[in-house]
């Protein structure tokens, strides 16, 4: 089976590709040339950055905002902005406020102290935006540029948190619904039921769609996570415990890919040195990932960003782009 085999398409469905691993091991290349090869394929393809620290800009040369931007034909990027993220939560609990007209200021406070108990709004936005395309099915496939591993366990956690989170939220409703029927002849201003009820169903309908993205994440023909390393220890026992972390989520790892690898020829000590070192932890690498797909990708002569160099790395991972194949019947 060659690499690129591990792509699933289905028609009118969006497959989620999660490109993680330490820092600094190259994520944002790889999944910039995953992007490019698969909108080459002719895939309609979303990469999103959830790394606060973006490079998908340098990588691909170009502005790319909160927003889908396009970069080339089949081909768009998104850079989670945190702070325009912030200010679209707080308009989201606004809205939610003139809904409930029987919640204070005091309970909207509490929401927003429980939603800062969240991993952050950095994986907040992230998922924010899964649950967008996963329920548009606008892309045929989106990849996430992770953030470091830490970051993007917490991220993959957010999916329980939140559906936890609306649960607390959806149950303090409810008893606020229950005293304002109670004390609606006395108290005429507690509000509208017609707009309390649509403030519980709208409560609803987002619990429904985590726990749709849940089911969509754990679903190995929708989502995959491919884990790139660098030949060196701490990279791969991060990499080792990160995976195990994964299947706590019911997400597993089926490829991994092995970055800046020193080409054979070398004509310095210290090159020959770090080669030598560098094969010894490939033999380490396959024994703890055989049972998954490994690739390698060599350490090029120049920088890697621009679409020239970008497509050589994914020449070298996937093989030239085919031509566009006919989409899989349902």
Same mark, same amino acid.
């Given at each position: 089976?060659?690499?690129?085999?591990?792509?699933?398409?289905?028609?009118?469905?969006?497959? #989620?590709?999660?490109?993680?691993?330490?820092?600094? +091991?190259?994520?944002?290349? %790889?999944?910039?040339?995953?992007?490019? *090869?698969?909108?080459?394929?002719?895939?309609?393809?979303?990469?999103?950055?959830?790394? =606060?620290?973006?490079s998908l800009s340098?990588?691909?040369?170009?502005?790319?905002? /909160?927003?889908?931007? =396009?970069?080339?034909?089949?081909?768009?990027?998104?850079?989670?902005?945190?702070? +325009?993220?912030?200010?679209?939560?707080?308009?989201?609990?606004?809205?939610?406020?003139?809904?409930? =007209?029987?919640?204070?200021?005091?309970?909207?406070?509490?929401?927003?102290?429980?939603?800062?108990?969240?991993?952050?709004?950095?994986?907040?936005?992230?998922?924010?935006?899964? @649950?967008?395309?996963?329920?548009t099915d606008e892309?045929?496939?989106?990849?996430?540029?992770?953030?470091?591993?830490? /970051?993007?366990?917490? #991220?993959?956690?957010?999916?329980?948190?939140?559906?936890? *989170?609306?649960?607390?939220?959806? $149950?303090?409703?409810?008893?606020?619904?229950?005293?304002?029927?109670? #004390?609606?002849?006395?108290?005429?201003?507690?509000?509208?039921?017609?707009?309390?009820?649509?403030? @519980?169903?709208?409560?609803?309908?987002?619990? $429904? $769609?985590?726990?749709?993205a849940r089911a969509?994440?754990?679903?190995?023909?929708?989502?995959? #996570?491919?884990?790139?390393?660098?030949?060196?220890?701490?990279?791969?026992?991060?990499?080792?415990?990160?995976?195990?972390?994964?299947? $706590?989520?019911?997400?597993?790892?089926?490829?991994?890919?092995?970055?800046?690898?020193?080409?054979?020829?070398?004509?310095?000590?210290?090159?020959?040195?770090?080669?030598?070192?560098?094969?010894?932890?490939?033999?380490?690498?396959?024994?703890?990932?055989?049972? !998954?797909?490994?690739?390698? +990708?060599?350490? @090029?002569?120049?920088? %890697?960003?621009?679409?020239?160099? @970008?497509? !050589?790395?994914?020449?070298?991972?996937?093989?030239?782009?085919?031509?566009?194949? =006919?989409?899989?019947?349902?």
């Amino acid at each position: 089976m060659a690499f690129k085999d591990l792509f699933k398409f289905n028609k009118g469905k969006t497959t #989620f590709v999660f490109i993680g691993g330490k820092g600094g +091991v190259g994520k944002t290349t %790889v999944s910039a040339a995953t992007a490019l *090869w698969t909108a080459q394929q002719g895939k309609k393809t979303l990469i999103i950055s959830t790394d =606060p620290a973006h490079s998908l800009s340098d990588s691909f040369e170009r502005n790319i905002g /909160h927003e889908p931007t =396009p970069i080339k034909e089949n081909l768009y990027a998104v850079e989670i902005d945190p702070e +325009v993220a912030m200010k679209e939560y707080k308009q989201k609990m606004e809205e939610q406020a003139t809904l409930n =007209p029987g919640m204070d200021m005091g309970m909207m406070q509490e929401q927003m102290d429980m939603a800062s108990m969240s991993p952050g709004i950095d994986e907040a936005a992230a998922f924010d935006k899964f @649950l967008q395309y996963m329920i548009t099915d606008e892309y045929d496939i989106v990849i996430f540029d992770t953030a470091p591993t830490g /970051h993007t366990l917490r #991220f993959l956690s957010f999916p329980e948190m939140m559906d936890s *989170w609306v649960g607390k939220m959806i $149950k303090i409703r409810r008893q606020i619904g229950s005293m304002a029927k109670a #004390f609606k002849n006395i108290m005429p201003f507690m509000g509208d039921e017609e707009e309390e009820d649509r403030a @519980l169903e709208d409560m609803e309908v987002t619990k $429904k $769609k985590i726990r749709e993205a849940r089911a969509v994440m754990a679903d190995p023909d929708r989502t995959s #996570f491919k884990m790139v390393v660098i030949p060196e220890e701490m990279s791969i026992y991060e990499s080792e415990r990160a995976m195990e972390a994964l299947k $706590k989520f019911n997400i597993y790892s089926d490829g991994v890919i092995v970055n800046q690898i020193l080409p054979e020829e070398t004509d310095c000590e210290f090159c020959e040195s770090r080669r030598k070192l560098q094969q010894e932890r490939l033999k380490t690498i396959h024994e703890k990932f055989g049972g !998954q797909l490994i690739a390698e +990708v060599p350490l @090029l002569n120049k920088e %890697v960003k621009g679409f020239d160099t @970008l497509k !050589q790395v994914a020449e070298i991972l996937y093989g030239k782009p085919a031509l566009p194949a =006919p989409d899989k019947a349902e």
